[in-house]
């Protein structure tokens, strides 16, 4: 048994609509992106780690309200790309800020699975370059779709009961992004979508129960918001 069993009913046997096997130009493509990428995300959880995670999850709800959801997109327009750029921008910044590491690989949901997507802080990122860093990386999904127990085959990662062998991390933006997220393994995720008509994005955390107290992801939900939030007032920086 290994974390990867449990995505794999929707996520890995290629078949009628699914995706096909990989190609070798599709594998070495993945294979550089994740060459010598980090095996864990370590978050400053409640709990130590188990040997074996239950993956019972929790979640913790918030809501960007119009005006910051209306510049996030603002953002993304100026710079030419979409909303799920500048979130996996700003989530890379914050998971960054709690982790203390600056070489990070999340899972993000989207084009009918999981992409795992490598982004690279240094104490010269600014908000433009992370988001072009992010605008690449999604492109990059986009043209090579996989999904990740073929991945996972190709790329034999770590495998283990206490963690997703690929990332740790996730960003679901979108209804059928938020149902693709929780269909595979995590410690902690970002999960928004666009509030009925009102220019709203309702959100939420969620959590490995085994890792994290709602108390202390309420916590870091708000800090996000003031994270985003100054990232939109000064993106150069």
Sequence with gaps: FDTLRLSRQANATPGPGLLPALTQE????????????????????????????????GS???????????????????NGTQMPAALLAAWSAFLCRLSGQQDLVIGVAGHGGMAPLRL???????GHSLLAQAAAALAMA????????????????PRSESFHALFQAVLAYGSRAMAEAQETPFDLALVLADASGDGRLAGRIDFALDLFDADGIAGWAQNFQQLLRSLLADPAL
């Design 26 to 57: 599709q594998a070495g493509i993945w294979r550089q992106h994740l060459h010598g990428a980090p095996v864990l995300l370590e978050l400053p959880g409640e709990r130590s780690r188990p040997a074996r995670q239950s993956w019972r999850m």
């Design 142 to 157: 986009e043209r090579h779709p996989v999904c990740l127990a073929q991945l996972a085959e190709t790329l034999q990662p």
């Design 60 to 78: 913790v709800p918030f809501t960007l309200d119009t005006d910051t959801a209306s510049r996030l997109r603002q953002l993304a327009q100026s």
């Design 120 to 126: 690279r802080l240094d104490d010269a990122s600014t």
